[in-house]
T-cell receptor
Framework: AQTVTQSQPEMSVQEAETVTLSCTYD???????LFWYKQPPSRQMILVIR??????QNATENRFSVNFQKAAKSFSLKISDSQLGDAAMYFC?????????????FGSGTQLTVLP | NAGVTQTPKFRILKIGQSMTLQCTQD?????MYWYRQDPGMGLKLIYY???????DKGEVPNGYNVSRSTTEDFPLRLELAAPSQTSVYFC????????????FGSGTQLSVL
């Protein structure tokens, strides 16, 4: 079974600065998908960014980008020009291509605080 | 557009009581999921369904039951509630492609006292 580890329970960043959230995962599969979800205080889960394992190019979405290191099984999220609205719990998630469930396997989350 | 709708948003149960958490999606998604989120933990899969009439267990199914009589609805039943079931419950749906995102409901905060 796949496991996802987020070793930083809490992080803080100054507004307009850059912060990187870490994620590592364990899998024996060669193809899979990785996701970062944001959960603000409203509890609504919001997709931030996704990465296909077969793509070497790191995904980017505006101020959000990832550093995907397949050999190291690492998938970190970089938030540039941090804004107060970025404050939330961030979850890293893994999704296998195989299996009937196609479910997401989540890490334990990183609580990000943005300081004004 | 409604997306995934969960009811209720909050509920307090006494030990041994039963209840049903409702989940409805209006996107014609085949796949539906129930997750629970404990404090300081990630979401864990309880049950899932790949289509009407088809359900299967996830990682933590004990104490729960589900049914999927229609594409739209995927209720989660708690029988004989226990304090260990105190959690936030999320329903989610998708078409089932591996690269697509899951659409989540806003969650149900359940306390069993």
């Amino acid at each position: 079974a796949q496991t996802v580890t987020q070793s930083q329970p809490e992080m803080s960043v100054q507004e307009a600065e850059t912060v990187t959230l870490s994620c590592t995962y364990d899998t024996s599969e060669s193809d899979y998908y990785l996701f970062w979800y944001k959960q603000p205080p409203s509890r609504q889960m919001i997709l931030v960014i996704r990465q296909e394992a077969y793509k070497q190019q790191n995904a980017t979405e505006n101020r959000f980008s990832v550093n995907f290191q397949k050999a190291a099984k690492s998938f970190s999220l970089k938030i540039s020009d941090s804004q107060l609205g970025d404050a939330a719990m961030y979850f890293c998630a893994y999704r296998s291509l195989g299996g009937s469930a196609r479910q997401l396997t989540f890490g334990s989350g990183t609580q990000l605080t943005v300081l004004p | 557009n409604a997306g995934v709708t969960q009811t209720p948003k909050f509920r307090i149960l006494k030990i041994g009581q039963s209840m049903t958490l409702q989940c409805t999606q209006d996107m014609n998604h085949n796949y539906m999921y129930w997750y629970r989120q404990d404090p300081g933990m990630g979401l864990k899969l309880i049950y899932y369904s790949v289509g009407a009439g088809i359900t299967d267990k996830g990682e933590v199914p004990n104490g729960y039951n589900v049914s999927r009589s229609t594409t739209e609805d995927f209720p989660l039943r708690l029988e004989l509630a226990a304090p260990s079931q105190t959690s936030v419950y999320f329903c989610a749906s998708s078409w089932g492609q591996s690269n697509e995102k899951l659409f989540f409901g806003s969650g149900t905060q359940l306390s069993v006292l």
